[in-house]
Nanobody, 129 residues
Framework: QVQLVESGGGLVQAGDSLRLSCVSS????????MGWFRQAPGKDREFVAG????????YYGDSVKGRFTISRDNTKNTLYLQMDNLKPEDTAVYYC??????????????????????WGQGTQVTVSS
C-alpha cells in the first residue's frame, strides 16, 4: 500500500508564501503522475496542480495559475507545491495524490479525482486577510 504524507501547511497572511511537501512510501514513485487537490468546508475536492511522472509536463487549476508551482524530486520520493501570493480563498485542506495503476473511471484525466488511487491525510492551509 502506498502511503503519502503531506507537510508544510499553516496559518499565513494574504500575500505570504508556503511550500507544501508530500513524501511517498512507494518504491516506484517515479513511475506515477502526482497531483495536489484542495477541499474547503462544504465544497467538492478541487484540482490544484498535477505533474507527469517525468516532471516535464505540469497542469494547474485556473484559480492558481501564475501563483503556484508543482515540482517533484524522484530521488527523494517527494512532491512539492510552492504557493506564492496566497489569498484568503486559498484556505483549504490540501491533499497529495498519486496516480492509480487502474483508475476507477477509465476516462479520467489528471484533473479528476478518479485518476488517483492514493491520497495523503491532508494539511491545513489558512490564509488570513
Amino acid at each position: 500500500q502506498v502511503q503519502l504524507v503531506e507537510s508544510g501547511g499553516g496559518l499565513v497572511q494574504a500575500g505570504d508564501s508556503l511550500r507544501l511537501s508530500c513524501v511517498s512510501s512507494g518504491r516506484t514513485f517515479e513511475s506515477f503522475s502526482m497531483g495536489w487537490f484542495r477541499q474547503a468546508p462544504g465544497k467538492d475536492r478541487e484540482f490544484v496542480a498535477g505533474i507527469r511522472w517525468t516532471g516535464g509536463r505540469t497542469y494547474y487549476g485556473d484559480s492558481v495559475k501564475g501563483r503556484f508551482t508543482i515540482s517533484r524530486d524522484n530521488t527523494k520520493n517527494t512532491l512539492y507545491l510552492q504557493m506564492d501570493n496566497l489569498k484568503p480563498e486559498d484556505t483549504a485542506v490540501y491533499y497529495c495524490a498519486q496516480e492509480a495503476p487502474r483508475p476507477s473511471d477509465p476516462d479520467a484525466t489528471i484533473y479528476d479525482v478518479a485518476f488517483f488511487g492514493s491520497w495523503g491525510q491532508g494539511t491545513q492551509v489558512t490564509v488570513s486577510s
